[in-house]
């Protein structure tokens, strides 16, 4: 299990930009794949993006590709999620998650860590 904490939430305009950071006290954070993910109200959490561990592959949903960028500081521990564009549909709570599978193998339910979230709301 990997503690993770999420930051950078807030109410932002559409067509504006956040950037959420999630820190993990694990001092073996680049052993992980981390991934984001959000769920919005009364809707399915939603699988985002993740990085792997080097931090060299990423991908995406199609909803959020060329406008979310997912990015990572291993000697910081920490993982980045910048967001462009952003839209009234973006409106939800945000999550990182860490998992110890490959990247090629990760899926959502790869995913065993889970910090507490972090509110995003897109205003039109």
């Known amino acids: 299990q990997v503690h993770l904490v999420e930051s950078g939430g807030g109410l932002v305009q559409a067509g504006g930009s956040l950037r959420l950071s999630c820190v993990a006290s694990?001092?073996?954070?680049?052993?992980?794949?981390l991934g984001w993910f959000r769920q919005a109200p009364g809707k399915e959490r939603q699988f985002v993006g993740c990085?792997?561990?080097?931090?060299?592959?990423?991908r995406y949903t199609d909803s959020v590709k060329d406008r979310f960028t997912i990015s990572r500081d291993n000697a910081r521990n920490t993982v980045y999620l910048q967001m462009n564009s952003l839209e009234p549909e973006d409106t939800a709570v945000y999550y990182c998650?860490?998992?110890?599978?490959?990247?090629?193998?990760?899926?959502?339910?790869?995913?065993?860590?889970w910090g507490q979230g972090t509110q995003v709301t897109v205003s039109s």
């Open positions: 998650a860490a998992s110890s599978y490959t990247y090629t193998a990760v899926r959502g339910a790869s995913f065993g860590s």
């Open positions: 990085i792997s561990r080097s931090g060299i592959s990423t």
């Open positions: 694990e001092s073996t954070f680049s052993s992980y794949v």
